[in-house]
């Protein structure tokens, strides 16, 4: 009986021996999964908080395109009115340069009436120069013929008188 008690111990230590050393088997196994899973949760935290940080620079970028297409929308608007502004001053200039081409035709226009009213003059002048010379010949040739006349009947009238104081001699 007292092997069999001591079998009997025996065989309650190896069982209590085998069941300490399989708990701490599966305390060692559930400590080491235990590590692995806080490893797993602290990356899953840092990979949560990257994808939150590149989540906000997505949106932070896509506030800054927002604002850029926003900027350009403004710019290209500020463009066309410039352009249109300019379209207009050049509209104006050539209005204004048009006046002033038509101004100074018509000066020319003006300036040449009064050349042709001037040569006008001139010409009746010269008209009247003719004229005058050709009465101021006329007159010479007839002052000369008469003169010559004059001279003649001058000489008869002599010629006459000659003869009579001749003949009453």
Do not use: C
């Amino acid at each position: 009986m007292k092997i069999k008690k001591i079998i009997i111990a025996a065989a309650t230590f190896a069982i209590v021996f085998s069941a300490t050393i399989g708990v701490k088997t599966l305390a060692d196994n559930y400590w080491t999964g235990h590590g692995e899973i806080q490893t797993i949760n602290a990356n899953i935290d840092t990979l949560s908080n990257r994808v939150k940080t590149k989540n906000q620079t997505i949106s932070d970028l896509n506030n800054t395109i927002a604002n850029l297409k926003s900027s350009v929308d403004s710019q290209t608007s500020q463009v066309s009115a410039l352009q249109a502004q300019l379209v207009q001053a050049n509209v104006d200039k050539q209005n204004e340069i048009q006046a002033k081409i038509n101004e100074i035709n018509d000066k020319i226009a003006e300036g040449n009436q009064k050349v042709a009213d001037k040569q006008k003059e001139v010409d009746a002048a010269n008209q009247t120069i003719a004229q005058l010379n050709q009465q101021l010949n006329d007159l010479r040739q007839k002052s000369g013929q008469d003169n010559d006349q004059a001279l003649r009947e001058v000489q008869d009238t002599r010629a006459k008188s000659d003869q009579a104081v001749k003949d009453a001699q």
